[in-house]
Nanobody, 113 residues
């Protein structure tokens, strides 16, 4: 199993980023996927989850209305669209295969005030 995140970077307060997680080595369309994040000195936090078909999504209260998780099963990729970014969104973002328990290597998102 391989999960490769991309799309992180430095953005100003109120800006947007789109993260991607390209998956391989398993049947992507059969598994729910999640995005987590870990800020410096804090534990890993669940940000959003999407079911295998993309029909149901869930979000942490802290990102509801600002972040959108979606997936393209034809491309074996899950995305996290992040809008209205705040400094408190600064973290390393990881994608995760629900039930299989695999993690990507993470991508850094830094939001400047």
């Amino acid at each position: 199993v391989q999960l490769v995140e991309s799309g992180g970077g430095l953005v100003q307060f109120g800006g947007s980023l789109r993260l991607s997680c390209a998956a391989s080595g398993f049947t992507f369309s059969r598994y729910a996927m999640s995005w987590y994040r870990q800020a410096p000195g804090k534990g890993r936090e669940l940000v959003a989850t999407i079911t295998s078909t993309g029909g149901v999504t869930n979000y942490a209260d802290s990102v509801k209305g600002r972040f959108t998780i979606f997936r393209d099963n034809a491309k074996n990729t899950v995305y996290l669209q992040m809008n209205s970014l705040k400094p408190e969104d600064t973290a390393v973002y990881y994608c995760y295969v629900v039930l299989l328990g695999y993690w990507g290597q993470g991508t850094q998102v830094t939001v400047s005030s």
